[in-house]
């Protein structure tokens, strides 16, 4: 008897969705909006399991439909959005008033930007591959990255170790 097309899908999901749902957090800025990335592009993936499962690469596939996805979503959204309020409470560490500073300084960048700044220092793609995944050049990536960067100079101390 042959193989449900979604063999192996259920545990892909179980396994790599936490690791998913943070890469969507950071390019979306927004809990609700991060889950809804994930399970669109989960659903896509789903679609084309049988060739990705013979390949290998069903998370590498995910992850640019999540990119491709946001950038369209960006493209068609041309109202600012605000967030509303603060993130909730987690368990603190020792590094916890930087990841805040960090998380609260990356919300602040347009979507272009945090997406470049998450592909290039989160994800650790090169400028060629950041620019591939999201469909722009290379310049635009180098200029949004600088824009990005600058902006985060402003809004942080992070070279000095310290929060704003």
Do not use: C
């Not at 592009?41 to 999540?66: F, P």
């Amino acid at each position: 008897m042959a193989e449900p097309p979604s063999h192996g899908f259920n545990e892909f999901v179980r396994s790599r969705t936490p690791a998913l749902l943070r890469a969507a957090y950071l390019l979306t800025g927004d809990q609700h909006l991060a889950e809804d990335l994930v399970q669109s592009a989960l659903a896509r993936t789903h679609r084309a399991w049988r060739r990705l499962d013979q390949v290998g690469n069903a998370e590498a596939y995910t992850r640019k439909i999540m990119y491709h996805l946001q950038v369209s979503w960006w493209r068609r959204r041309r109202v600012a959005e605000v967030l509303p309020g603060d993130l909730p409470e987690r368990p603190h560490h020792d590094d916890s008033a930087l990841r805040m500073t960090l998380r609260a300084a990356l919300l602040t960048l347009p979507p272009r930007q945090r997406a470049v700044i998450v592909l290039r220092f989160f994800e650790d793609h090169t400028e060629a591959e950041t620019a591939h995944l999201l469909g722009v050049t290379v310049g635009t990536v180098k200029s949004q990255t600088s824009k990005a960067l600058a902006k985060l100079r402003t809004l942080t101390d992070l070279h000095e170790g310290s929060p704003a």
